[in-house]
């Protein structure tokens, strides 16, 4: 294991002080023992999950891209159930190592259904969900507003729409519902872009993947993005009957040739309506600015978020829209194959509510230099991440996975925790064992899953065995979680901010489908609230428009709140 010192990495947020303060300022020791620590829960929970890159030795870019997870609540018990893609053995010749004698039964997803206490059970025979895909990322949400959860299954070659029959069973939709997307399908996600509170879908593509091709320099093992052509994105409309048209054209989005890994729909610049982040790897990212007409515009050069700090295109992976510092604005975080992306919104804060007219133009700095992100993960590997307030102090922290890139290197990871004033420490090897134990991650998805206030994790890792992360942080501090139900709006709430004051300090999250590498997160909102026992004020801005203020809310407890009809 590499030796790693903790550090404090102050995030101003005033960036001109940022930018003059010399490094002593923003680089101290850190003196205190950290108060985030998980544990590997995987064996007691009954989890017992291996994913499979479908040959004898990791030989292509299809294999080394890895799966996703999602915590979704299927049955509606109030408990985050967890279902994880896979891959599997193609036919011989679409891998350069197969193998000899294929596994019966093919490997597959598998969805686990959470009993409580930390325990899960393997539902997946029973609930009908056993795809024929080389399955790569997974993101979840009602979207015909039935009450229950369905799913979306990405990956080589199709995609699959399963409908939650709302008993315990999924039904493969993918043909009624006019969803049909060839080529290499990954990260997707659901927003509502023209508000018409129905459930729009985007799913990106990759490369044009040529199994025949192989050419490549011994030492780089297989050919990467850039040996194949890139590919388009594509938007399906929600026609609020089961039904879904295609309007990649139509909507702007089909004109823009990328290399999508990962992506995310929030509003970035608070008009009230939905944008779309695009990751691409070595291509420039895009960022889809809505129109509010159906239509986007590709902003993200313009916004400061196409490339890297020095014009370069990275290798970006799975990018998290949050508000670090409570302004009232999205910022993001991007993983990346070297340094991981650190952009701070530097637009004007939204205001007390959100309207139809943009708050001015999206602009973005990285700052993920000034703050030290960047350096303390350029030795790895990027992939899945959260960003949580792990430890329920008030401020967010970050937990990120690596591994090796084109190699089945393992390699640790890492955890930054959120101090006062925007700073972070790396508290890594201090926070378990579990982090400290080098694996080849991908996917990660994030939820509490025991509903303790406490946010854990599982990871997905490339031809092994998955991992989850229980949060056992040891304080005394305090925390709330809301469960978002819309009516006019979508039911999921997708695309609805809750802001909360608590102890003189403002915080902010948007309710968002797809997050980080191939995953989706549980979609309960989860805040620390540190010694603060009273919320004094949320206030929850719908996607119909709608407004609803609460006051005094006890602490330490999960509210479910339901848009006003």
């Known amino acids: ?56 030795q990791l030989g292509s870019l299809l294999e080394g891209t890895g799966a996703g997870c999602v915590w979704f609540d299927y049955n509606n018990d109030g408990l985050p159930d967890l279902y994880i893609t896979n891959g599997r053995p193609l036919d011989d010749a679409m891998h350069p190592y197969p193998l000899k004698e294929k596994p019966n039964p093919l490997p597959a997803g598998h969805l686990y259904r959470n009993d409580g206490n930390g ?13 024929d895909i080389y399955g790569i990322a997974v993101t979840a949400a ?64 990759y490369v044009k993947f040529d199994p025949k091709y192989r050419a490549y320099y011994a030492a780089d093992n297989y050919p990467g993005p850039l040996d194949y052509e890139g590919d388009t994105n594509k938007l399906y409309h929600n026609n609020c009957d089961g039904t879904f048209t295609d309007v990649s054209d139509k909507s702007g989005i089909g004109a823009f040739v990328g290399r999508t890994m990962g992506v995310v729909a929030a509003d970035f610049d608070g008009d009230g309506w939905p944008d779309i982040y695009v990751a691409n790897d070595r291509t420039e990212n895009f960022l889809f600015h809505n129109r509010h007409d159906g239509t986007f515009e590709e902003v993200a050069n313009e916004a400061g978020a196409a490339y890297g700090q020095n ?67 350029a030795q790895y590997v990027s992939w899945g991440a959260g960003v949580y307030d792990f ?63 406490k ?30 139900r819309g009516t006019k709006s979508n039911r999921d709430g997708i695309g609805a901010r809750v802001e909360i004051y608590a102890a003189s300090r403002r915080q902010m999250q948007e309710r968002v489908a797809a997050s980080g590498y191939l995953s989706q997160n549980d979609g309960t909102l989860h805040f620390g609230l540190g010694t603060a026992t009273t919320v004094d004020r949320m206030i929850v801005r719908w996607p119909s428009g709608r407004e609803q203020t609460l006051d005094k809310l006890a602490a330490d407890r999960i509210l479910t709140v339901e848009e006003p009809r």
């Open 311 to 377: 014009g370069e295109n990275t290798s970006a992976m799975g990018p998290i829209a949050t508000d670090f510092n409570g302004r009232g604005v999205l910022d993001l975080f991007v993983t990346d194959s070297r340094y991981n992306r650190f952009l701070q919104q530097s637009g004007n804060p939204a205001g007390p509510s959100r309207n139809a007219q943009s708050h001015g133009a999206l602009s973005f700095d990285d700052r993920g230099t000034a703050n030290g992100v960047a350096q303390a993960n």
């Open 391 to 453: 430890d329920n102090d008030g401020f967010s922290d970050i937990l990120i996975f690596h591994g090796g890139l084109i190699h089945l290197i393992p390699q640790e990871h890492t955890v930054f925790r959120g101090l006062a004033q925007g700073r972070f420490a790396d508290v890594s090897r201090d926070a378990g064992e579990v982090i400290s134990a080098r694996t080849v991650a991908r996917g990660a998805c994030f939820a509490d899953y025991e509903n303790n206030g």
């Open 119 to 131: 325990r899960f059970t393997d539902v997946t025979k029973e609930a009908g969900l056993d795809p």
């Open 455 to 484: 946010v854990g994790a599982f990871v997905v890792n490339l031809g092994a065995k998955g991992k989850l992360l229980r949060n056992v942080s040891t304080n005394s501090n305090h925390w709330i979680e809301v469960r978002l």
């Open 142 to 205: 009602d979207y015909d507003n039935d009450g229950f959860v369905d799913l979306l299954i990405t990956g080589y070659g199709k995609v699959i729409l399963y409908h939650n029959d709302g008993n315990g069973h999924f039904t493969d939709v993918t043909e009624k519902a006019g969803i049909h997307v060839n080529g290499w399908a990954i990260s997707s996600t659901w927003l509502d872009y023209d508000r018409d509170g129905c459930l729009d879908l985007f799913i990106g593509r």
């Open 1 to 56: 294991m590499i030796a790693r010192t903790a550090f404090l990495f102050l995030f101003a947020a005033n960036a001109v002080m940022a930018q003059s303060a010399p490094a002593s300022a923003r680089i101290t020791t850190a003196g205190s023992q950290p108060d985030i620590r998980f544990e590997d829960a995987t064996l007691p929970s009954g989890i017992d999950f291996t994913h499979s890159f479908g040959s004898r």
